[in-house]
């Protein structure tokens, strides 16, 4: 068995680790149960104009640096992704692909403008992971589709013409998508159904979302014969974020989820949820609710354009606590921003990259090691291995396809503290590490 440790802290990042050896036993650690859970379908980033302008600003052998460390699978294996269906808070601009109002028939259906920015982000990553999964929502349909018709806030009108009209605004995208050599494998129906903000959004009510998904979007995605799943998603918040078409507070967030997926008709056409942000809180549930539901987490939370190690610290535990609960995918928000981080609305947020086109040149902050302290170890289609111990809330382990042992452990103390690995079935090796102070720990056991 060869072992191998990367580690990052706050003044070295993706550095090997010290010795790594038997030891002696000692509580602070993990122990494998032999209870096995989700298989992980990997890790990803998001779709963002911004981002790709950012990143075209640069020089040729820059972008390509800056692309092959996202995607290729020897970096950060970029390959559970996402795309706005239409603008989203990061586009350069707000547009959806057909605002000519009234236009039932969608005559004027158009993903022209995703042809600038987008879809070449997209085919950039298809360099290196021709088989990744594309999940897309949107940030609001069409303006002339809401009360008010505008795009930063308002509701869907809920007459069947107009939901059979969105329904097929869907399938167009998914089909536009195809012809240009793109596989959408998921459309969630909003996102952030709970929030009403400043850039593209929509807020639905649990009926709405019943409605619509029962009667248009299901029956429409089976009648034009397409390869992609409908999820539940993306999902932002607990019970105090969840309203009534009418106004009124849900007082229970559950109440929301099941008056959907209660209903057969509804659930049928339902295979998976997507949460973020706040859905954390609602994730363990779901999961022991509906375990024939796949549950994928769709944006990571973004900060505020820092991109100290502090965030990378957060962000570290929300993707352990989103794959310990059952998430078979984490997704990222923005892959790359200009300095600053600013979105079209006023909002600096991280990045994994910083891209400063002025200065030529390109950063790789904090975020970016968090995630490759996961991705480069975790790899697509490795399982979920049951922990208990000292270290269960801070770390996780993986049983890869080819029987190799994936352990991702953080030490979040201001000093550095023993870690042991304990397999009690024998499976795998028992080994003790040193872990330094505020530091993120990438461990592989091969045979």
């Keep these: 068995m060869t072992f191998a440790w990367k580690q990052s802290t706050p003044d070295a990042r993706w550095t090997d680790g010290g010795a790594v050896t038997a030891g002696a036993a000692h509580d602070r650690g993990l122990t494998l149960t032999g209870g096995r859970g989700q298989a992980i ?44 269906i239409g603008a989203n808070d990061f586009a350069a601009s707000w547009y959806s692909y057909d605002e000519v109002p009234g236009d039932l028939a969608l005559e004027h259906f158009s993903v022209a403008r995703d042809e ?3 879809i070449p982000y997209i085919r950039e990553a298809q360099r290196y992971q021709p088989d990744m999964l594309l999940h897309s ?31 097929r ?13 793109i596989r959408v494998d998921q459309i969630h129906v909003q996102n952030e159904v709970f929030a009403d903000q400043k850039f593209p959004s929509c ?31 993306t999902l932002n918040g607990p019970e105090d974020m969840a309203f009534t078409a009418t106004g009124q507070k849900l007082t229970n967030y559950a109440r929301f989820v099941d008056h959907i997926l209660f209903d057969d008709d509804a659930r049928k056409h339902i295979a998976g949820i997507g949460y ?24 990571s939370e973004c900060g505020f354009g820092s991109n100290a190690w502090e965030d990378a610290e957060y962000v570290f535990h929300l993707v352990r606590h989103y794959l310990h609960h059952g998430a078979t995918g984490y997704t990222y928000w923005n892959m790359a921003l200009r300095p600053g981080g600013l979105s079209t609305w006023g909002w600096p947020q991280n990045s994994l990259f910083t891209i400063d086109a002025d200065g030529g040149s ?78 993120l720990n990438s461990f592989t056991l091969t045979a």
Excluded at 141 to 154: E, H, I, L, Q, R
Excluded at 383 to 391: A, I, K, Q
């Design 116 to 118: 600038e920015a987008v």
């Design 203 to 233: 807020v639905w009510s649990a009926e709405e979302l019943r409605v619509f998904i029962r009667d248009h979007l299901g029956p429409a995605v089976e009648e034009a014969g397409l390869d992609v799943r409908v999820f539940l998603g």
């Design 362 to 439: 390109f950063t790789r902050n904090p975020e970016y090691y968090v995630l490759k302290h996961y991705s480069s170890v975790v790899r697509p289609g490795a399982v979920r291995l049951d922990v208990t111990g000292r270290y269960c809330a801070q770390g996780s382990a993986y049983e890869n396809t080819d029987g190799s042992l994936a352990v991702v452990v953080q030490n979040a103390l201001e000093r550095a503290e023993d870690f042991r690995f304990e397999d009690p079935a024998g499976r795998f090796p028992t080994f003790t590490a040193t872990l330094e102070p505020r530091s």
């Design 169 to 181: 605004y869907f399938v167009r995208f998914v089909e536009e998508y195809a012809a240009r050599g």
């Design 137 to 167: 929502s949107p940030w609001s349909p069409p303006t002339w589709m809401k009360d008010p018709p505008v795009y930063n806030s308002g509701r869907i009108v809920m007459t069947a013409e107009n939901l059979d009209a969105y329904a």
């Design 41 to 84: 379908r990997g890790f990803g980033g998001t779709f963002n104009e911004l981002g790709h302008l950012a990143i075209s600003a640069l020089r040729e052998e820059d972008r390509a640096t800056v692309f092959r460390e996202l995607f290729h699978p020897d970096e950060l294996n970029l390959c559970v992704n996402r795309s706005a």
């Design 276 to 299: 973020q942000w706040a859905g954390q809180h609602a994730i363990a549930r779901t999961r022991d609710a509906w375990p024939e539901l796949e549950i994928i987490q769709t944006e």
